[in-house]
């Protein structure tokens, strides 16, 4: 097929450019050895008359490959902003990256713009523009959970024009806000508990045109993808099968069971030991009374923490439980003004304007905060319970006698098993394994558990979650998204909230659903590439089956069929291109981002034969690393000017051949810079350093065939935040591969 493409390359005079390059050389560069058939210079590139020129050329000339050599792609997005399924835009980054970091009309400067020139131009030549994939997408939002997220959510899609399905577990709505006796203030000067709304929204709903609502149902299946989910709905065994475009969990929290307890705090030994849950329904009945005789409680205790920040039993806070007590401290008060409320806490935290709230708790006479442990509680005689507290602030013992115990026992996560502990979950947890013996042997299974969603997803039937049993929805800036394109967590499910804050995020979550249908609606990536139109390509005729794909894709997007060849869901697709990197075969690129373009990226580089500096290649990705390279430069950081950088979608999508490319082609060694992973990670791909890193430990191999040290090949953690600390981590690298001496294929 006849290649009709035709190259401009166009080249800034501004910031500094002509001052501290020769943009001649570059222009000669482009059009000599580079054999672009278009190449200017122009004073002012991103004015409307340096577009203009662009836009003539694409007119006039026919030119659909656009290379635009001036200020960094992460900014003038509008100004350069050509339609993508038309023409090719490839920014090469002189600003930034080059003049602000390296000496005006030095060599080593005009050699590093000369290089970044080539690579973009090689980059523009490998793209193709996307083939547009737009589907006939079904706008109905399934919202599952009926509690006050699930409610909220489902009101918000509806208020924006969309149809939402709630699907509830129990028979009624409202969940566990519906059961609270009253709420936490709203309103200034937040300092008086109020009547719920749970129930209004419930009414709301109810009468909504736009919102139907299945009661007494559960989750059968979900399979598909955004824009395309059918969804099995199972209500006393008869199933009911229709088709959403996106979904949110709102499925909320359960309280922690406080069996565990028993010895330190008495629960299930003592009747008058109640659960902050139970407190609710005792209060509903206007009168606080002891559950072993119904006599009038005259003095409550709450013990604060419960098993909370306790790596036995619950290891972290669940936020809410503070004013929680305050509140039912409260409830003592108003029952009964002769009572008193005790409150044993090993911190307050009430954050925000609920100080106020802690406060009106504080001015009450009737209410007594103390810091510091319970030691044990015992139960005389008369059923009264005699608590027994190391009081830290006065640095003395109490006993404090009360007819009811309160213990502040904190939220789990729903997602969390039936009979799981929160610290009985690993990161990756999808079920637990049992062996089957059949005809053909044993084989090993997952147990047959209940699921909430049930997903058809090779990765498992739920989302996957981070620690404790909480979906792994919360990475740095992106709370609603998860590792399944267009299912979005909100509320309790994701972490402890209270009502106000679950509405709140309910509406966010309802609104990224909403924007997940309308980029899939354009066949457009959502975040962090939202706007991408490119999709992963296979030649599945070379696939080996050998699974990396399927296994190491952070977002679940490929199944397989029964003999293990890859079966895309494209619309689930992040665009990562962590399954091209995994790929031994290399069958997998897209459009603009494959395993050849970067491959030839880097044997575009003009490798010095000779010196003493060690030349070294860095793949950088685009979201952490490349802006921290941008702010080193906006920071006027001098760089060291033997290393060429790469952007790559994500580490993840690192392929070793890349590596061996980059060494026989005489580069002294590679550098990859990028998220931070583990258990604070920051990668935007969830995983996608882990990859890389997991990836690099077999690169060894790669290595031992080149006769080449181990230690040419580099990973770094980098937040975006840490630019600064770039110069020593290059300066190091660039140290240590002096010690090994050139590379041997230098020259080569």
Not at 178 to 185: A, G, L, V
Not at 462 to 468: A, D, G, N, S, V
Not at 602 to 617: H, N, R, T
């Amino acid at each position: 097929m006849a290649d009709d493409s035709k190259l401009g390359v166009y080249i800034c005079k501004d910031c500094g450019l002509d001052e501290s390059l020769n943009l001649e050389d570059l222009e000669k560069t482009a059009k000599g050895e580079m054999r672009a058939p278009i190449c200017k210079i122009h004073p002012f590139l991103c004015s409307s008359e340096g577009v203009q020129v662009i836009k003539d050329d694409i007119k006039n000339e026919g030119v659909n490959k656009i290379v635009i050599a001036a200020c960094s792609p992460r900014v003038n997005t509008d100004v350069f902003d050509f339609d993508q399924l038309l023409y090719v835009t490839e920014r090469v980054n002189l600003r930034e990256q080059v003049i602000w970091q390296q000496p005006a009309k030095d060599d080593k400067t005009q050699a590093m713009a000369r290089d970044y020139v080539r690579m973009g131009i090689v980059k523009a030549n490998k793209s193709e523009v996307p083939i547009p994939n737009k589907p006939d997408i079904d706008r109905t939002i399934l919202v599952i959970g009926g509690g006050v997220t699930g409610l909220t959510a489902a009101l918000e899609v509806a208020a924006a024009g969309y149809k939402a399905v709630i699907v509830e577990k129990s028979p009624a709505l409202g969940g566990w806000a519906i059961k609270s006796y009253k709420s936490f203030p709203t309103k200034p000067p937040f300092d008086k508990l109020v009547k719920p709304t749970v129930d209004t929204k419930v009414k709301t709903a109810e009468s909504n045109a736009n919102i139907k609502i299945h009661l007494n149902s559960t989750i059968a299946k979900i399979e598909g993808e955004p824009g395309m989910y059918d969804v099995t709905v199972n209500k006393s065994g008869t199933e009911e099968v229709f088709r959403i475009g996106a979904i949110i969990l709102a499925t909320g929290w359960k309280p922690y069971d406080a069996s565990p307890l028993s010895a330190k705090y008495g629960y299930g030994r003592f009747k008058n030991v109640v659960t902050n849950v139970e407190m609710e329904d005792l209060a509903s009945k206007g009168r606080i009374q002891r559950p072993s005789d119904g006599k009038n409680a005259q003095s409550v205790v709450f013990v604060q923490c419960a098993g909370q920040r306790d790596e036995a039993n619950v290891p972290y806070c669940s936020s809410v439980c503070c004013n929680v007590s305050l509140k039912q401290a409260m409830y003592v008060r108003e029952a009964n003004p002769e009572s008193g409320a005790y409150i044993i806490y090993k911190d307050m935290r009430t954050p925000g304007l609920y100080e106020n709230f802690y406060k009106a708790a504080q001015d009450d006479a009737g209410i007594f905060l103390a810091k510091g442990e319970v030691r044990a509680i015992e139960e005389a005689p008369d059923g009264s319970l005699i608590v027994d507290v190391d009081n830290q602030l006065l640095g003395q013992d109490m006993k404090i006698k009360a007819d009811v115990v309160v213990l502040a026992t904190g939220m789990v996560s729903s997602m969390l098993p039936e009979g799981k502990a929160v610290n009985d979950l690993t990161p990756e947890y999808i079920g637990d394994w049992v062996v089957r013996k059949t005809q053909d042997g044993e084989i090993q299974e997952l147990a047959p558990i209940p699921h909430i969603m049930n997903l058809a997803y090779r990765q498992g039937p739920e989302i996957p979650h981070l620690k404790y049993g909480f979906p792994d929805s919360h990475f740095i800036c992106f709370p609603y998204e998860t590792r399944r394109t267009g299912i979005y967590a909100a509320g309790a499910v994701r972490h402890p909230m209270d009502v106000q804050q679950s509405s709140t995020d309910a509406a966010g979550a309802a609104l990224k659903a909403i924007q997940c249908l309308e980029l899939t609606a354009q066949g457009k990536a959502v975040h962090p590439r939202a706007g991408d139109m490119t999709f992963p390509e296979f030649r599945l005729e070379s696939c080996t089956q050998c699974r990396r794909c399927t296994v190491e894709c952070p977002f679940g997007v490929l199944d397989e069929d029964e003999k293990g060849t890859p079966r895309a869901h494209p619309y689930r697709c992040r665009r990562c291109g962590v399954c091209m990197g995994a790929c031994p075969q290399k069958i997998i690129s897209f459009r603009n981002y494959s395993v050849d373009m970067i491959s030839s990226m880097m044997k575009s580089v003009d490798v010095p034969s000779e010196g003493d500096e060690p030349f070294i290649i860095g793949l950088i990705c685009e979201n952490d690393a490349y802006p921290a390279l941008d702010m080193a430069g906006l920071n006027k950081v001098h760089i060291n000017p033997n290393f060429r950088f790469v952007s790559l979608r994500c580490l993840g999508g690192t392929n070793l051949v890349w590596i061996a490319d980059a060494l026989s082609k005489g580069v002294d060694g590679v550098i990859l810079i990028g998220c931070k992973y583990g258990d604070n990670y920051q990668c935007h791909f969830v995983k996608g350093s882990q990859v890389a890193s997991e990836r690099l430990g077999k690169v060894q191999e790669t290595l031992g065939r080149l006769m080449l040290e181990s230690e040419r090949v580099k990973q770094v953690q980098l937040a975006i935040n840490e630019w600064n600390q770039l110069p020593k981590i290059l300066d190091d690298f660039s140290e240590l591969l002096k010690g090994f001496g050139p590379n041997p294929y230098k020259g080569f």
